[in-house]
């Protein structure tokens, strides 16, 4: 059971980037699948949650109308796509999975990918 998140990288501000979660060993569209971030000196914080049992998308105020949650079950994978990028975007990123709730204390985790918002 593995997940591996991947995407990251250095980019203007303004721009974007799209993470992608892929799973392996386990079907990621029975799962709850959120997007984790933590800044250097910071506590990690939730970006954006995907659950399908119960329908919820969930995206922080930080985020939100910037950042888009999706999944492709075809591939095993969800993606963070994240859009007019900026400074304080930067962290390194982890996506998680839970086969209960975007609210649980979620059972599988990918390594991070660093994001980098500069000019």
């Known amino acids: 059971v593995q997940l591996q998140a991947s995407g990251g990288g250095l980019v203007q501000p303004g721009g974007s980037l799209r993470l992608s979660c892929a799973a392996s060993g386990f079907s990621l569209d029975a799962y709850a699948v959120g997007w984790f971030r933590q800044a250097p000196g910071k506590e990690r914080e939730v970006v954006s949650c995907s659950s399908t049992s119960d329908g919820t998308t969930y995206y922080s105020d930080s985020v939100k109308g910037r950042f888009t949650i999706s999944r492709d079950n075809a591939k095993n994978t969800v993606y963070l796509q994240m859009n007019s990028l900026k400074p304080e975007d930067t962290a390194v990123y982890y996506c998680?999975?839970?086969?209960?709730?975007?609210?649980?204390?979620?059972?599988?985790w990918g390594q991070g990918t660093q994001v980098t918002v500069s000019s």
């Open positions: 998680a999975a839970d086969p209960v709730s975007c609210y649980s204390d979620y059972a599988y």
